[in-house]
């Protein structure tokens, strides 16, 4: 995602207290960060079919956007790593760690930080990923994968009450 400012390093902790900070943002304008998209407390995730995390408008006392799960109603603040804003997550959201070319303006993800959980993941939606993908939907992609709009990859996006 692209933010309206740059996203700076904070001081975080993961659900099992283990300390990091959290990556600057990065190209040119120093906005670009991206996130891993399963909510760090019930693991809802975009489908094809139906989102029910996304970025939404913030409220008067946060950053101009947010990432909303509509789930329990969990807010993340995508200037300073996924830090909760309010809501039920135990943790932030997973930061994936980019690198950026200026020669090319290539950006590439390189690995996760903080607390990941795609483990737990794996584990709670096997039958259904399994079905949505075949038995190879918990095997490692290949070196590149395709990056898409979180607004064309869901049909429908749940538009939350806040
Ligand atoms: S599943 Fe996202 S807030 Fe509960």
């Not at 995730?45 to 101009?64: M, V």
């Not at 980019?98 to 096997?126: C, I, R, S």
Request: with cysteine; charged share 20%.
């Amino acid at each position: 995602m692209a933010l309206s400012r740059p996203a700076t390093p904070v001081d975080l902790s993961n659900d099992r207290q283990q300390r990091y900070q959290s990556l600057p943002g990065i190209g040119p304008q120093h906005r670009i960060v991206a996130y891993s998209a399963i909510c760090a407390h019930k693991l809802m995730y975009p489908t094809p079919q139906i989102s029910f995390i996304n970025i939404r408008k913030g409220q008067a006392d946060e950053p101009a956007h947010v990432v909303h799960c509509c789930g329990d109603d969990s807010r993340s603040d995508p200037t300073r790593g996924g830090k909760v804003i309010s809501g039920p997550a135990p943790q932030p959201l997973a930061m994936v760690m980019l690198e950026w070319n200026p020669e090319n303006d290539e950006l590439h993800a390189v690995g996760t930080l903080g607390g990941e959980m795609f483990q737990a993941f794996f584990e709670k939606y096997e039958f259904r990923l399994t079905l949505d993908h075949g038995a190879n939907a918990m095997k490692p992609s290949a070196r590149t994968s395709v990056v898409q709009a979180a607004s064309t990859y869901s049909r429908q996006q749940q538009s939350c009450k806040a």
